[in-house]
């Protein structure tokens, strides 16, 4: 693991940064917690000019390749949380990608989800540190995956200045529809690269809510865009892994 002595000294400062800042205290927790538990995969830590955050970057087990997925997770947890973000890491790494898994801007527990809309500014940030990492590697194919409100912080991110990638996967997308940061379904329409809808039969209320309005938004203008839905997934793919992964291998196989 990289010297954290940055990410200790931004810790110092934390307690001056503004009410809309991501919560770098819980974010040195989950650090801890990944870094120490951390089985598959090496815990590195890029900056977004801001501040050093995790990632976790997972080779191919199948050689040296050519494609890369950086992943983000949903709302206030980790790179290698349990449910769909530890399984695409891991197991996409093992068809030949190469992954890296990135901390997302979080609030305190106690935060509801429609706070985290104070910090998406932070998104970009982190993101293009993750797209030059991998570009500065070599990739030369980038897809972002991402669940849940991590793929409302992605479409946040596709629909302003961001480095050039080649795909989006968004799993469980949910967010407001109110024209601020996190209205996701709004920013479908602006997003010009291949991606992916996905979302299970027994999703969150609000992610099914949405599936007419991002198919509309998404899917005009001969865009390459796919909605799928799986039967008997709920948003966190419990038991439905395998249903997860093959939906979206396949259609990165499809295109890449």
């Not at 801001?50 to 087990?61: D, K, M, Q, V």
């Not at 293009?128 to 194919?141: C, I, M, N, P, Q």
Request: net charge negative; aromatic share 8%.
């Amino acid at each position: 693991m990289r010297c954290l002595s940055g990410f200790v000294m931004t810790l110092v400062l934390a307690a001056a940064l503004p009410a809309g800042a991501t919560d770098l205290q819980k974010e040195k927790r989950w650090a801890e917690q990944v870094a120490d538990a951390l089985l598959d995969g090496e815990a590195i830590y890029l900056d977004d000019g801001r501040a050093p955050f995790l990632a976790i970057e997972t080779e191919s087990a199948v050689g040296a390749g050519t494609k890369a997925a950086v992943i983000m997770h949903g709302t206030g947890v980790h790179p290698n949380w349990p449910t769909v973000v530890l399984p695409l890491r891991v197991r996409l790494a093992e068809v030949g990608w190469h992954t890296l898994s990135i901390q997302m801007p979080v609030l305190a527990n106690d935060a509801a989800h429609e706070d985290y809309a104070a910090i998406y500014d932070w998104v970009p940030g982190r993101v293009d540190a993750a797209v030059s990492h991998l570009r500065e590697k070599g990739f030369e194919t980038v897809v972002l995956i991402a669940h849940s409100q991590g793929s409302a912080m992605t479409a946040y991110y596709l629909d302003g200045k961001h480095r050039t990638v080649d795909g989006f996967v968004a799993v469980g997308m949910s967010g407001a529809r109110d024209g601020g940061p996190a209205d996701a379904a709004s920013r479908l329409a602006k997003i010009d690269i291949p991606m992916l809808d996905l979302y299970g039969s027994e999703d969150l209320a609000e992610v099914l809510a949405g599936v007419d309005v991002r198919a509309a938004q998404g899917g005009g203008a001969g865009r390459d865009y796919t909605q799928q839905r799986i039967e008997g997934a709920d948003h966190f793919f419990d038991g439905e892994e395998d249903a997860l992964l093959e939906a979206v291998n396949a259609w990165l196989d499809a295109r890449y």
